[in-house]
């Protein structure tokens, strides 16, 4: 069974990290490329990030770029999101999935979705 599952989502203040992670299992993780997006209360889902399958490439928005990175460590079929310097706008159920699409920032393009996890910043 292909499970993807988020944690270390949280409260905090703004200015605060959080380092979230994507534990992928049932797949050959390291064959896919694997991104986060959110989705606040009311909004539509946003890209965050997407790392390539080996972690040689990334892409971040804009409105995360300098804040946030994504990593993977595929010996443990993980990727993770380093959040800092976070701010009350960054509030949302963050998601992990994965995508054969590329640096895909469509959502559309990843097949396999995480159950979320929840992120509160604030002021």
């Known amino acids: 069974q292909v499970q993807l599952v988020e944690s270390g989502g949280g409260a905090v203040q703004a200015g605060g990290s959080l380092r979230l992670s994507c534990a992928a299992s049932?797949?050959?993780?390291?064959?896919?490329?694997t991104g986060w997006f959110r989705q606040a209360p009311g909004k539509e889902r946003e890209f965050v990030a997407v790392?390539?399958?080996?972690?040689?490439?990334?892409d971040h928005s804009d409105s995360v770029k300098g804040r946030f990175t994504i990593s993977r460590d595929n010996a443990k079929n993980t990727v993770y999101l380093q959040m800092n310097s976070l701010k009350p706008e960054d509030t949302a159920v963050y998601y992990c999935?994965?995508?054969?699409?590329?640096?895909?920032?469509?959502?559309?393009?990843?097949?396999?979705w995480g159950q979320g996890t929840q992120v509160t910043v604030s002021s």
């Open positions: 999935a994965t995508t054969l699409y590329g640096l895909s920032r469509d959502g559309t393009q990843y097949s396999r």
């Open positions: 790392i390539n399958w080996n972690g040689g490439s990334t």
């Open positions: 049932g797949l050959t993780f390291s064959t896919f490329n």
